[in-house]
């Protein structure tokens, strides 16, 4: 009899032991934890029945054989990061979803600002604030199957909070490493935690890669909580190995005034999903969601974001763009949701995706639910290939083939980047871009 993927998880997570117990014992967290499970057993991993899974399909995972807990790797002498050479930021990192206190630097954190490990600041005398924050943003259940594994075997993470009317005078750099080896498959639950009170401001900047070749499974979930006049940039780099499944939800809160600046660069993974939920649930709070995917081989990414409208003369503006190359998969969902009492709102939404190869493919779904009258909005998504006249011109200059596709897919991405508001972020960004765009041969564009 074929066990299951969820058999399968549950089990490796279960047996791994040290999951549940890298937390203490707290009554609360023990019942958010049996309730998220017993919606976990009672949905079972996301299929295709859902609306917002047609697209994207999981029965790879089946296939896969789980073990549970972290492997034994040394980190790697140099730590991904976006931050310059002479630049540093405070840092923590996590492999498996475990903390790794040895290779965080924490040092200099100043008053009011509390960032550490979950089973770090969990221990002793634990803040009252942690409790009604944590779970409380990610709720989210009608199609979020994941969020529930999540949190399930919720075990550690990453938790930043920020005191009213404190600016961080640094960078948090949140660097999430997966082991895999070739034999077998990491589950891990990363989980990450931010809270902003009443005006004060903060860079969050996350990596998720691999340590060593292999594969890895990672279900994460991001929480941001944004209270009035608060403001948060976070930046997310996702450049995992090519046989790793990565899926992420994020969710976020955002009250009066308050501004989310995300920025995501999907590089990585056989297959991937970012899932983002954004709630302006308060008069005048704003979003702008950014993000570049850049495709080859096989490789499956979906970005799925909802942007609900809470309140009047709230405004959001998204775009993603893509690059698809050999028999690579591209999805994008996005729904700007308005509900009826906010008027006077201003929401914007694009997607543009440019094909490679003829084996490529991309799925795009915009979408608009209107329920108040006195709103801007706008939204559409465009596909297509390399403009041949341009082509031609850079060709009859002189310029290789394979060149000439990377200078005008390059130009079609970059402008993206530039949208990160950080521009000394904008450098390791467009690094990690061209990176990626170099390792495809000539041959493969």
Known sequence: MQTSVEEKLMGALSGAGAEAA?????????????QALERFRQKGMPSRQLESWKYTSLNALAKLDYAGGSAELALPDRLPSLLADDAQGYRLVFVDGRLQEQASRLDGIPDGVTLNGLSIISQGERPAWLQSSL??????EREAPLLDLNSAFLSDGAVLRIASGLELDRPVELIFLYSAATNEVRASQPRLLVVLEANSRATVIEHHQNLGGGTSFSNGVAEFSLASGSALKHLRLQELSHNSHYF?????NLERDASYEGFLLALGAAVAREDFRIRLAGEGSSCKLNGVYLLTGRQHSDITSVIDHLAPHTSCDEVIKGALDQQSRGVFQGLIKVEKDAQKIEGNQSHRALLLSRGAEVNAKPELEIYADDVVCSHGAT???????????????????????????EAFLRDTVELCSD??????????????LAAMTGEDL
Do not use: C
């Open 423 to 436: 521009i000394a972020l904008r450098a390791g960004l467009t690094d990690r871009l061209d990176a990626k």
């Open 383 to 409: 596909v297509g290939e390399l403009d041949a006249d341009a082509l031609f011109y850079l060709r009859s200059r002189g310029i290789p083939p394979h060149q000439a596709r990377k200078l005008l897919i």
């Open 135 to 140: 779970g409380q943003i990610a709720t989210e």
């Open 248 to 252: 992420m939800n994020s969710q976020a």
């Open 22 to 34: 890298a937390l203490p014992a707290q009554d609360w967290l023990a019942e958010s934890r049996h």
